[in-house]
């Protein structure tokens, strides 16, 4: 009944208690074929294991059947040529000894390989990562969390003479609204108002799993003199309203963001998290930092702030420099922002 073998879309895996199977629709005469099986997850490789069963259905069937997808990144490998994905095109783990010089620069070399996994949420392991210049988010596969750590291909970049302030934004810093709501940027070592606020904004639809949050918490317990966490508030009023923020940390001279949010409650918020983004600027530039680390380059707010995009090697170039000065620090605590001046703020 089958006619060769089947690569089964991301959109016909479902989830069946511990695990996952598969359902693939093939074309007979008179009607579809429903063939289901189990699917078997090997490290961030699925492959399709021989069909259990085959049921005809009527044709279009399978549009009306609930779907589920399996987290990206995953590469699917056919039942019938289970060792048949390129070895280049499998993720790897990333271990410790991999971050040692040697190692290091021969992943650094790999133009080819981005992406990496480890099921080590302890904080050493984080900041060794992290300090080598990958980025590292959370992703789930089946029932099992890991740290997916990723030496991009590509950075965006803010250097302070780049920065970019939009029109519209430009006028909002000069009318004296802002003023009258009375913000403060409050850049905080207790990063659970932030993780809170995230969790708020995203409900569950984020890479934030619990145990990524939970290795937030532990880096920010325990801040060392080369790694610092940091919540990064925009608050308003007399009551500190938290309408902004981002989740970030610093290695040397260097901030790079995680993630952020912004409150989109009121129609009067709908730039705050832009504001957010400016008076970090200024604050980071004010105290000497060597530049901003903004992560993967396709989000156009990034190129708006003025990030430049830089290739793998030149970025790490730039990062091993910036990241052997002394952390120049950031407050602990309300830093209050006098936002026409910062706005007006020129490069140091």
């Not at 006619?3 to 008179?30: C, H, M, N, Q």
């Not at 099986?37 to 090997?42: M, N, S, Y």
């Not at 984080?126 to 990723?150: K, W």
Request: proline share 6%; net charge negative; charged share 30%.
């Amino acid at each position: 009944m089958l006619r060769g073998s089947y690569a089964t879309p991301f959109g016909l895996a479902r989830k069946a208690g511990e695990g996952w199977t598969y359902l693939i629709v093939a074309e007979d005469d008179d009607c579809d074929l429903a063939i289901e099986g189990a699917l078997e997850l090997r490290g961030f490789t699925a492959v399709l294991r021989p069909p259990e069963s085959s049921v005809r259905v009527e044709r279009g069937w399978l549009d009306k059947v609930s779907q589920s997808r399996p987290p990206f990144p995953l590469r699917i490998a056919t039942w019938a040529f289970p060792d048949s994905l390129p070895e280049d095109e499998r993720i790897l783990e990333l271990r410790p000894e991999d971050l040692e010089r040697g190692n290091w620069e021969s992943l650094v070399e790999d133009g080819d390989r981005s992406h990496y996994w480890s099921d080590r949420f302890d904080p050493d392991f984080y900041r060794a990562q992290a300090t080598s210049g990958c980025i590292a988010i959370a992703m789930d596969r089946g029932d099992q969390v890991f740290l997916a750590p990723e030496l991009q291909k590509e950075y965006a970049v803010l250097d302070w003479e780049n920065l970019h302030r939009s029109r519209s934004l430009d006028r909002l810093f000069r009318s004296g609204k802002l003023e009258s709501q009375g913000p403060r940027l409050v850049v905080n070592p207790d990063v659970e108002p932030v993780l809170a606020a995230l969790r708020q904004r995203w409900k569950g639809q984020s890479w934030l799993h619990p145990e990524y949050m939970e290795l937030m918490r532990a880096l920010a317990r325990d801040p060392k003199e080369d790694f610092r966490l940091w919540g990064v508030e925009l608050r308003l009023g007399a009551d500190g309203l938290l309408v902004a923020g981002e989740l970030g940390y610093c290695v040397g001279r260097t901030y790079t963001s995680l993630t952020g949010f912004h409150d989109r409650e009121k129609r009067d918020w709908k730039d705050l998290g832009k504001v957010q983004l400016h008076l970090l600027a200024a604050l980071l530039q004010e105290r000497g930092y060597a530049f901003w680390n903004l992560g993967q380059p396709y989000m156009q707010y990034k190129l708006d702030l003025g990030a430049r995009i830089l290739g793998r090697k030149e970025f790490l170039e730039r990062w091993r420099l910036a990241i052997v000065g002394k952390d120049p620090g950031l407050n602990d605590g309300a830093w209050p922002i006098e936002t026409k001046r910062r706005a007006d703020a020129q490069p140091l």
